[in-house]
């Protein structure tokens, strides 16, 4: 029997064409990498369970991605999914592609670790990147410690930093990156994903409850699949909006219309 996943580690993007409410992002990147202006550095910004780490990893894919027949000789928008390279990444066991969580490695011991590592090249990538996930929570050492390298890294080296709280971040930091801006994403979007998840998984809902899960979720893709799990458990194959508002203790537009009379 295969272990079950969680929808919202089941339906993560894999490619730029499934991050939904980003075309901002995806644009310049498509044309950084068509005029070969990629910046040595990305700050990803944002609310929780948006896609930020996600996209880091697909980042990291479409900078060393071999493309399906492994002939593929610079970075490309559609990374293939299909070499050892983008398998291994998004598998977490890249050699050259090294996530770290700042929350729980915040000093500067960690980032001279860390640093000491960016001069060697890359073992089978063309890039080593370098993805800090909440790394505003690095100590104002370890920013310190990351300057230099960072306004003057490598050629052959990336860095891909996400976080929830940007204000918290050195503006001497920021200044190194190109930033992006993750956007809360809009209710019909998200209800859009429901739907193809609850198709896939041959689920019967009611689209008046994917629409209150998608309001729930506040702009965040994972809270609103998270939602839609726990549904799935309470009500089994058939959900219907009264289920969502007996669960979450929430009314529905037609009753507060009603009050408003």
């Known amino acids: 029997m295969s272990e079950y996943r969680v929808l919202a580690r089941k339906y993560r993007p894999t490619n730029f064409d499934d991050l939904i409410g980003q075309e901002a992002l995806v644009q310049t990147l498509s044309n950084a990498i068509e005029r070969n202006r990629l910046a040595h550095a990305f700050l990803l910004t944002g609310i929780r369970g948006i896609g930020k780490t996600t ?25 293939c999914g299909e070499c050892h390279n983008c398998k291994a990444i998004m598998e ?55 300057l230099k390298t960072l306004e003057e890294p490598p050629p ?24 992006f801006e993750f956007r809360s994403i809009p209710a019909p979007l998200i209800t859009g994903k429901l739907k193809e998840i609850c198709e896939h998984e041959q689920i019967d ?10 309001r729930m979720a506040m702009g965040g893709m994972r809270d609103a ?7 799935i458990s309470f009500c089994g194959k058939s959900i219907s909006q009264s289920d969502v508002l007996e669960v979450y203790g929430l009314a529905s537009s037609g009753m ?3 009050l408003r009379e």
């Open 55 to 79: 996209t880091a990893r697909i980042i990291a894919k479409a900078l060393n991605c071999l493309g399906a027949d492994e002939q593929l000789q610079g970075p490309t928008i559609k990374p």
């Open 205 to 214: 809902a009611d689209e008046n409850a994917l629409d209150a899960i998608s």
């Open 92 to 146: 977490d066991r890249h050699v050259d592609v090294m996530e770290m969580d700042a929350a729980s490695r915040t000093g500067v011991g960690d980032i001279r670790d860390l640093i000491e590592t960016v001069h060697y090249a890359p073992t089978n990538a063309r890039y080593k990147v370098y993805i800090i996930d909440e790394v505003h929570m690095l100590s104002q050492a370890a920013f310190n410690a990351f």
């Open 256 to 258: 507060i219309n009603q």
């Open 156 to 179: 052959h080296v990336k860095f891909v930093f996400a976080t929830t709280e940007s204000q918290k971040v050195l503006p001497t930091i920021v200044s190194r990156c190109q930033r």
């Open 225 to 231: 699949q998270s939602i839609l799990d726990q549904m």
